[in-house]
């Protein structure tokens, strides 16, 4: 596509449920990223794919997230147990081999109530 | 770990003043850097990138030089615009492997008319 994608754009969960976050990436582009924007917290990274593989998961912040990607495409991060301090805007940034040129998606703002 | 520090906002300014955001990171090797931009209700866009040292980034009336002695990468503009309000990042990539980025806290910037 001629961006990266991101849906829901907004997405409001109870506590304790799970929730999927999709991210579709420029066609083409090897490199997939998922970030993290959180009030006081800044943008914080979560984790890499190069292609379908992740070789640095170092920045998810406990076992309740995973990611996916399938197909050298479609990224899904998951949230299991959702708690309260996961609300933040999630980011999916795609680029060719991770050469840089970065392009951001628009993100899926997640509150947890 | 590498990191990035940049001056702490809100910055507020006039039309047409001289702006600087401040900006230095700490990195192993020779990191890219980079300015992101964030305007109200719109995702992160690049603004400008360097790089290697002395190298110039330059883009819409702004500009910032890669600082190796220094290591620093200050952004800066001559005449600013109401239309450049926004959040501003200062933004490494880290050497190797992911090429994540790692990501200033933001300087939000208002220009008023």
């Known amino acids: 596509g001629a961006g990266v994608s991101q849906s829901p754009s907004n997405k409001v969960t109870e506590k304790g449920k799970d929730v999927e976050l999709r991210c579709d990436p420029i066609?083409?582009?090897?490199?997939l990223y998922w970030y993290r924007q959180s009030l006081g917290q800044g943008l914080e990274f979560l984790i890499y794919f190069q292609g379908n593989s992740a070789p640095d998961k170092s920045g998810l912040p406990s076992d309740r997230f995973s990611a996916e990607r399938t197909g050298g495409s479609v990224s899904t991060l998951t949230i299991q147990r959702t708690q309260q301090e996961d609300s933040a805007v999630y980011l999916c940034a795609s680029s060719f081999e991770g050469l840089g040129g970065y392009t951001f998606g628009s993100g899926t703002r997640l509150t947890v109530v | 770990g590498d990191s990035v520090t940049q001056m702490e906002g809100p910055v507020t300014l006039s039309e047409e003043a001289f702006l600087t955001i401040n900006c230095t990171y700490t990195?192993?090797?020779?990191?890219?850097l980079f300015w992101y931009v964030q305007y109200p209700g719109e995702g992160l866009q690049l603004l400008l990138k360097a790089t290697k040292a002395d190298d110039k980034g330059s883009n819409k009336g702004f500009e910032a030089t890669y600082r190796k002695e220094t290591t620093s990468f200050h952004l800066e503009k001559g005449s600013v615009q109401v239309s450049d309000s926004a959040v501003y990042f200062c933004?490494?990539?880290?050497?190797?492997?992911?090429?994540?980025?790692?990501f200033g806290k933001g300087t939000k910037l208002t220009v008023n008319p």
């Open positions: 066609s083409g582009h090897t490199a």
């Open positions: 990195a192993t090797g020779y990191p890219s």
């Open positions: 933004v490494l990539s880290t050497q190797g492997g992911s090429e994540k980025l790692v």
